[in-house]
């Protein structure tokens, strides 16, 4: 039995080695893979960059930054927002209106092109009477959907604009002329502004000056016809002579020998 046991066991001498783990081999620390994954999930995205008004469109030389109202002394960033917001709205309709008021004169096609009266009055025609009411309806349509942009009032701050939303983004562009580069867009953006903020003052001098010369005076009239016409409703109680003498007084001497 003892010889037995002793082949047994010099037969199993040679596997013996296999089963023994090498000195030589360490095992890889993984600490900083660990360390690498658990680095990754904790990271956030970085903040977005602190709203700073003097970073908006708009602001060129040789002014800068003009606010002598201080307007925007510790004002939020939706309540600047909302000015800025305004501001666009209010300069593109002053364009439009700077325009209208000259170009409207010269080429009025509606209603068979009767409508021949100064423009800042020319609302007070009888054809035009049904058309405002649906003027407004139109103007209701993208100024319901601007109620969306605004804050809710219910906790929030009133009057003041989404900081996400972007001031005069309509959505509307049918021709494309948005540009796609940042540095571009601003360039734009600056541009609008500046050409909305000069007509600003024009649509009220311009009705206000031509009411304060003649209530019934052209911006732009034709000189003969205009200031003849003008002439006769003004002095038409003194016959025509005194339509005559008014009518001439008001022309340039080049105009009245043109009589």
């Not at 930054?65 to 000015?83: L, M, T, V």
């Not at 000056?209 to 038409?236: I, M, V």
């Amino acid at each position: 039995m003892l010889s037995i046991a002793a082949v047994h066991a010099s037969a199993l001498m040679p596997l013996s080695g296999y089963m023994r783990t090498p000195r030589n081999v360490k095992m890889q620390d993984a600490t900083p893979l660990v360390d690498a994954l658990e680095m990754t999930e904790s990271e956030e995205p970085p903040p977005p960059p602190a709203f700073d008004v003097r970073s908006l469109p708009g602001i060129t030389p040789p002014l800068g930054f003009w606010d002598p109202a201080g307007f925007c002394e510790g004002a939020s960033e939706g309540k600047i927002r909302f000015y800025r917001e305004v501001e666009l709205k209010h300069g593109r309709v002053a364009m439009l209106a700077a325009l209208g008021f000259l170009v409207g004169e010269q080429y009025h096609p509606l209603w068979g092109g009767s409508i021949d009266v100064p423009s800042y009055i020319a609302y007070q025609e009888t054809p035009l009477q049904p058309f405002w009411p649906a003027v407004i309806l139109l103007l209701a349509v993208p100024e319901v959907f601007s109620v969306f942009t605004f804050q809710s009032p219910f906790g929030g701050e009133t009057w003041a604009m989404r900081t996400d939303h972007e001031a005069g983004d309509l959505g509307f562009d049918p021709l494309d002329l948005k540009p796609k580069s940042a540095g571009e867009l601003a360039e734009m953006q600056t541009k609008e502004i500046n050409n909305g903020r000069a007509p600003l003052p024009s649509t009220e001098s311009i009705p206000t000056h031509a009411s304060l010369r003649a209530p019934t005076r052209r911006l732009t009239p034709p000189l003969s016809l205009s200031c003849r016409r003008f002439g006769d409703d003004r002095h038409g109680r003194h016959g025509r002579a005194g339509a005559g003498v008014g009518s001439q007084a008001l022309l340039t001497p080049r105009a009245r020998r043109s009589i």
